[in-house]
């Protein structure tokens, strides 16, 4: 067992990692920005070392220094949690080189499902199924056009090492592929300093489903469940619950057993996120492998008891999925995450500053992952996340009214956050019957500014 990790992060999953430490027994350094000198990952920690500014490009990005914090602290291992270099495989090569144990996949692997189009080709040798596309890269206007043909329109165009949504187009007809590839190709470039772009067969309305995978050094693989991400605002999720509510027996079952087999094959290690679309006769198709922690876990950690985190340590030691999971893993009740994010609920302004007040619910079944507090600051610098709400209950019926409960009693004051938006949302007849799509939030909110005008006499 490790006797000390660092953790390149910040925020709420830099606690929660310390939280997994504490019970293995293990001590943590916390690095941090001069803009975090004052966030309780760094009073929590055992130590803590500034490793710059506040942007992150000179603090938390930055490599050198985070392994000279490493070697100047004496750790064993560093857990990267998830954003900033979770899925950097330079990092995880340089750890490696470092004799430092990078808590994550090893760097090939990283490197192969940070280029989705790696990824897809790998997935689909071993069985796993995906979209209509090009076989690789595209190269060229006329092999763009001449794939869209095949496969037929509407086709998308995605970033291969990118996401969020950027470097992504929408294509309807052969006359907008060509400066739409260009603007695709120039967004990608920019932002992940990589031009290259795939095309896939484009689904207007799907729901984006994915399923938890660990993975031992030993050649195990265990997919545990899947989450339903559906609910999301320009390509971001903000709530996500698990199990998916249209997910049948059958599917899940044969989805995991293919999954299984992938994973292992391409000897996938530690904890990772398979994600798919579902089309509306319930197919799913892969679209990438997150390799590493996602800000939604504690979904499946509430329906499965399983804590995540420590398990991606234990493995990182050595451990065999067989020592630190049950088996069968007994998959109980129904969980929700409402992301708390600080921006206008209506107009998604960034709402950065000082929170005034502070109160988090509490009861049976409710779990709060924040780093916020009281006097607490929210800085400008990096992602609006202030906390993760998340409830669970024995049916998704009760999960959605403890939600609400929760929400209710949740107070911040002082800066945005988008809790009137979770409240709204959760009310809708959508939402209740679990008749949504990817779409359904863009939707939500324009038809909301559209009530808004016309109350208001605006003619627009």
Not at 242 to 263: G, W
Not at 403 to 410: E, P, S, Y
């Amino acid at each position: 067992m490790f006797s000390k990790i660092l953790i390149a992060n910040r925020g709420e999953i830099a606690l929660r990692v310390i939280c997994a430490c504490k019970e293995l027994g293990i001590k943590t350094v916390a690095v941090y920005s001069e803009a975090d000198r004052n966030s309780l990952h760094v009073r929590f920690a055992d130590e803590a070392i500034c490793i710059g500014p506040a942007k992150s490009a000179r603090s938390y990005l930055d490599i050198p220094s985070v392994i000279s914090a490493a070697e100047i602290t004496n750790v064993n291992a560093i857990h990267p949690g998830y954003g900033f270099l979770s899925e950097n495989a330079d990092f995880a090569q340089v750890c490696e080189l470092s004799r430092i144990k990078f808590i994550g996949p090893r760097p090939e692997i990283t490197r192969m499902m940070g280029l989705k189009q790696e990824a897809r080709s790998a997935m689909k040798a071993h069985g796993v199924p995906i979209l209509p596309g090009s076989e690789g890269i595209i190269a060229s206007e006329e092999e763009a056009l001449e794939v869209a043909g095949k496969i037929g329109y509407p086709v998308i165009i995605k970033a291969s090492a990118g996401g969020g949504g950027r470097g992504m187009r929408v294509v309807h007809s052969a006359d907008e592929l060509p400066p739409l590839l260009k603007q695709a190709q120039a967004e990608a470039g920019a932002a992940f300093a990589v031009p290259d772009v795939y095309i896939e067969k484009y689904i207007g309305a799907p729901r984006h489903i994915e399923f938890q995978v660990l993975a031992d050094e030993h050649g195990n693989v265990k997919v545990i469940g899947e989450r339903e991400c559906s609910l999301q605002r320009r390509h971001q999720k903000i709530i996500e619950e698990a199990p998916s509510p249209v997910m049948t027996p059958e599917l899940r079952a044969r989805t995991i057993a293919t999954l299984e087999k992938a994973l292992a094959s391409i000897g996938y290690t530690n904890a990772g996120t398979v994600e798919f679309l579902m089309d509306e006769h319930q197919n799913l198709y892969f679209i990438e492998v997150n390799a590493r922690i996602q800000v939604e876990h504690p979904v499946t950690e509430m329906v499965s008891g399983i804590d995540l985190v420590r398990s991606q340590i234990l493995i990182a030691a050595g451990a065999r999925l067989s020592d630190i999971l049950p088996d069968p893993i007994p998959m109980r009740g129904h969980a929700i995450e409402c992301r708390i994010n600080a921006e206008h609920p209506e107009t998604f302004a960034p709402s950065p500053g000082r929170i005034t007040g502070w109160n988090v619910p509490g009861g049976i079944g409710v779990r709060v992952d924040t780093a916020a507090y009281t006097d607490g600051v929210i800085p400008p610098y990096y992602d609006s996340l202030v906390a993760k709400l998340i409830v669970h209950a024995p049916t998704r019926e009760e999960a959605i009214a403890r939600m609400q409960r929760a929400l209710d009693t949740f107070i911040v004051e002082g800066i945005h956050t988008i809790i009137p938006l979770h409240k709204r949302l959760l009310n809708t007849p959508e939402f209740r019957t679990a008749q949504f799509d990817t779409n359904f939030v863009g939707r939500f909110l324009a038809e909301a500014k559209e009530a808004k005008q016309a109350a208001a006499g605006d003619p627009r």
